[in-house]
């Protein structure tokens, strides 16, 4: 079967989705545990995670527009499935460049995995087998899908969804195999999290490039968010990024957790944010935005030996500015 690029729509909005959910952390949702066994389905091919508790957030309308859930549910209703019947789901994106990457989603809900596939099949997808296993390819865009129980689906460009079989069966080929996701995940251990977004190089690229990976030019859309551009200028290069969101009454608490290439780096970047927030108040580009100031001045940094955390409490007025 050859491989073939197509425009998939939930990936159009992916970066701006991504990009989105660095503006926010949060503490008290539920569904984490199960969003991270969906990343037990994502390749190791993948540089780019981003994972919803669906549920709760298309019922909260500020999590909802800054999930971009409007072209979820756009997605969803294309797949033939309400969008009261998926619970969580999970976006990943390889490396690859825009007409080539390996963009896909790994869904799961309260549906029947065997009734969305016949679903399908009346809308003209054609069923195939490989290697002993049924997918189901979109004549109209040879967009993938295949189902891994009764209510999981992994959908995408052919790449994508061959390595999504390919994680499922081995857990050398899965996301949550990198090194620097462990070490970052390790610091959200414990907290639960309606989004969940999460950035790390795959190991065979640390490998061969023997350097940090720049993570500021993925999420260069944040400039403008607030403060959030800022932070990621001063965090710079790292081997991985983390971060969640949540919301509570008219405040985003935030947090990030950046796992630098070294000890020295995270210092630097530490210091870095600490003179941030000591000149938040009185630096000229926040000097007349009241709530980004006090947003910086919120902060609160913390690094333990090569990873740098930060917190902080962003107003909704903040994230609109």
Not at 114 to 135: C, D, H, P, T, Y
Not at 202 to 218: E, G, I, R
Request: glycine share 8%; net charge positive.
């Amino acid at each position: 079967m050859k491989s073939s690029t197509f425009k998939f729509p939930v990936i159009k909005v992916f970066c701006s989705v991504v990009c989105c959910v660095l503006i926010s952390f949060l503490t008290t949702c539920s569904g984490s545990n199960s969003q991270r066994t969906l990343l037990a389905y994502v390749p190791s091919s993948s540089y780019t995670v981003l994972a919803v508790n669906w549920k709760v957030a298309r019922e909260d309308p500020d999590l909802k527009r800054i999930c971009k859930g409007a072209e979820i549910e756009k997605l969803f209703a294309q797949l033939g499935l309400g969008e009261e019947t998926v619970t969580e789901f999970a976006v990943y994106r390889d490396r690859g460049t825009s007409a080539q990457a390996g963009n896909g989603l790994i869904g799961k809900g309260n549906f029947d995995s065997s009734e969305v596939v016949k679903q399908l099949i009346r809308m003209g997808w054609a069923e195939q087998n490989l290697e002993g296993r049924r997918i189901y390819v979109n004549p109209k865009d040879a967009s993938w899908l295949t189902t891994f129980g009764k209510n999981l689906f992994a959908f995408g460009t052919e790449s994508a969804v061959r390595d999504a079989i390919g994680a499922k069966n081995k857990s050398v080929n899965r996301f949550t195999h990198n090194p620097a996701y462990k070490v970052m995940a390790s610091h959200f251990e414990g907290k639960q999290y309606p989004i969940l977004m999460m950035i790390a190089l795959p190991q065979a690229s640390q490998d061969m490039a023997n350097a940090a990976v720049q993570l500021t030019a993925t999420v260069m859309d944040l400039a403008g968010v607030g403060p959030l551009g800022d932070l990621l200028t001063k965090i710079g290069y790292a081997r991985s990024l983390g971060c969640g969101i949540s919301h509570k009454d008219e405040f985003f608490p935030v947090a990030v957790a950046a796992v630098m290439k070294d000890e020295e780096s995270a210092k630097i970047v530490s210091g870095s944010l600490n003179l941030l927030k000591n000149l938040g108040g009185s630096v000229s580009n926040y000097s007349s935005q009241t709530n980004v100031a006090r947003a910086i001045q919120s902060m609160s940094v913390e690094r333990r030996r090569e990873v740098v955390s930060v917190e902080m409490t962003m107003s909704t007025r903040a994230v609109a500015q």
